[in-house]
């Protein structure tokens, strides 16, 4: 058995335990389970070391051509009073480098965050009626309706009656149907993963049986 | 008969797994394919704006994904570099997830032998960076600073296709095959709104219904969505018997399956209000 067949036969396994949760809970699930929250664990804390700190920080801090960039200890420093959290004496110290991360998030989306996901869409949803042949002008003219009565359905500010609530109403039904687009792509999105596990298993696991048991090529 | 959809109703859930399962392997066993046709759909709109580029234009491909993902985005990636190579682009890779640089690794390099590609000349990974949203607007200034070597220590400097490339101004197109955040989000609000660089992408079918929107602005010029966008540009791209097509006929099965169960159930549901028993 080589390295490449035993890979194969791991995976697999770990693949059909998992499934069996499927059936009940049970001994081999549960160690599937585990065993994949731990390698998780080791392999991110490995990767973080190899391909975060030590080119991003470490690297700079102590460069090829040799000596000491002592400014490289100020986000050290940063990064340490993170696990301060670990203690309740020092754990008010977090609070300086979770600020300025959520500080520098907030400075550098909130331009860019409006742009892209409010101006940018209220903007095409504006112009959308004014080009196009009858299908797309048809097009944008549900979604100019959907718009509208999706946010109507949201202000509760005046009780939904009248042209209100039929407008509310319509807001509703576009809402469901948005809904039910998603819905229909998450299946499509589960049945993908099922399918390639069970291509895996069909295709590369099943046939290295009969070489594992001497049967065929 | 209103007992029939009654016990159909409380059927034990085991079944339905039972018949999801042969939904997806049977027609995998028997290698079944359904015809795939693309009509006018974002995954054509890519297709096209890809063939439109001139030969020698950079393309920067970034894999933002990992294996939890790949059954839907590695077809993509595949389908994706094999076009930009027939095209003879500049493909640059990178990742903003740790382990898409793999994987992106994997997709260039088995198409650049086949396609008899060389790297460093016609492309190059660049590899992994943290950051997201924040690395990307680095790039935009300075693409050497965030990458002064690519995936494996090779210095920016001592790669020839990346002479002419500073920023992500450099570049005709961006595609992120994206799984999530860090993905096609924050190239659209980082590189494309900001730097006016074109947007492609391909996505998982989760996050699909999400990233319509930037169709529709202009902000992206395709998107590829999920298996269905995989088979897509595979067939576009002329791929025989690709994962993505191999894949859409246990995908549309299952589909039937699932729509036949919805209907039982709501049939189910409705027998019984009617006799008082649910609410």
């Given at each position: ?5 035993l ?10 335990f ?8 049970n001994?081999?699930y ?7 929250v731990?390698m998780?664990?080791g ?19 102590f460069p ?5 960039d ?5 986000p050290g420093i940063?990064a340490?009073f ?6 309740p ?5 977090s609070?300086l480098s979770?600020g300025?991360?959520v500080?520098?998030?907030?400075g550098l989306n909130?331009?860019?965050?409006f742009q ?7 903007k095409?949803?504006?112009f959308s009626?004014?080009?196009g042949g ?5 097009s944008?003219?549900?979604l100019v ?11 509760f ?14 807001g509703?039904?576009?809402l ?8 229909g ?11 390639g596990r069970?291509?895996?298993?069909l ?8 070489r594992?048991l001497?049967?065929?090529? | 008969?209103?007992d029939?959809?009654?016990?159909l109703g ?7 797994f039972?018949?999801i399962?042969?939904a997806?392997i049977?027609p995998?066993?028997?290698e079944?394919?359904?015809?795939n046709?693309?009509?006018a ?19 920067l491909?970034?894999?933002d994904?990992?294996p ?6 590695q ?6 570099v094999?076009?930009?190579?027939e095209?003879?682009?500049?493909v ?7 382990q ?7 997709a ?10 060389v790297?460093?000349e ?13 690395m ?12 002064p ?7 920016w ?5 990346l002479?002419g490339i500073?920023n ?13 955040d860090?993905?096609i989000?924050?190239?659209?609000m980082?590189?494309g ?9 391909g996505?998982?079918a989760?996050s ?17 969505g ?8 595979e067939t ?16 549309s ?8 169960f919805?209907?039982i159930?709501n049939?189910a549901y409705?027998t019984r ?5 649910a609410?």
């Amino acid at each position: 058995m080589n390295w490449e067949i035993l890979g194969i036969w791991l995976g697999a396994l770990v693949t059909l335990f998992l499934y069996s949760f499927l059936y009940r809970d049970n001994p081999f699930y549960k160690f599937a389970e585990h065993l994949f929250v731990g390698m998780s664990a080791g392999y991110w804390v490995i990767y973080n070391i190899e391909n975060v700190l030590i080119p991003n920080w470490w690297q700079n801090m102590f460069p090829e051509g040799g000596g000491f960039d002592w400014v490289w200890l100020i986000p050290g420093i940063f990064a340490l009073f993170m696990l301060a959290r670990i203690w309740p004496k020092t754990a008010g110290l977090s609070r300086l480098s979770l600020g300025m991360i959520v500080g520098v998030g907030a400075g550098l989306n909130m331009v860019s965050f409006f742009q892209t996901n409010a101006l940018a869409q209220v903007k095409g949803t504006i112009f959308s009626v004014a080009s196009g042949g009858v299908w797309d002008i048809f097009s944008s003219l549900v979604l100019v309706v959907g718009v509208v009565s999706g946010l109507v359905y949201f202000f509760f500010s005046k009780a939904h009656t009248g042209i209100m609530g039929k407008t509310a109403n319509v807001g509703i039904t576009i809402l469901m149907v948005a809904f039910g687009a998603s819905f229909g792509y998450t299946i499509m999105a589960r049945l993908s993963l099922l399918i390639g596990r069970s291509q895996f298993l069909l295709e590369d696991w099943i046939p290295t049986i009969p070489r594992l048991l001497g049967i065929g090529g | 008969m209103a007992d029939i959809f009654e016990k159909l109703g409380n059927l034990d859930r085991r079944i339905i797994f039972v018949l999801i399962a042969l939904a997806v392997i049977i027609p995998i066993i028997f290698e079944i394919v359904f015809p795939n046709p693309v009509g006018a759909e974002p995954s054509r709109d890519l297709f096209d704006y890809v063939d439109a580029l001139p030969a020698g234009s950079n393309v920067l491909l970034s894999f933002d994904y990992d294996p939890s993902t790949m059954p839907e985005l590695q077809p993509m990636a595949e389908a994706l570099v094999r076009h930009l190579f027939e095209k003879d682009l500049n493909v640059v890779g990178m990742a903003l997830w740790p382990q898409g640089a793999s994987l992106g690794q994997d997709a260039m390099s088995s198409m650049a032998d086949s396609l008899g590609k060389v790297q460093f000349e016609d492309w190059c990974n660049l590899g992994y960076k943290t950051g997201g949203g924040v690395m990307i607007v680095r790039l935009g200034t300075s693409m050497s600073a965030v990458f002064p070597t690519d995936r494996d220590n090779v210095p920016w400097s001592e790669i020839p296709m990346l002479r002419g490339i500073t920023n992500l101004e450099s570049f005709s197109l961006i595609i992120s095959l994206s799984a999530g955040d860090p993905g096609i989000i924050a190239w659209v609000m980082m590189a494309g709104d900001r730097f006016g660089v074109p947007i492609g992408g391909g996505c998982t079918a989760v996050s699909a219904p999400t990233l319509y929107t930037y169709l529709q602005t202009g902000q992206m010029v395709g998107l590829l969505g999920g298996l269905k966008g995989a088979a897509d540009y595979e067939t576009l791209v002329g791929i025989e018997g690709g994962q993505a097509v191999k894949g859409m006929a246990p995908q549309s099965v299952a589909h039937i399956v699932i729509m036949l169960f919805i209907i039982i159930g709501n049939v189910a549901y409705f027998t019984r209000k009617k006799k008082g028993g649910a609410k």
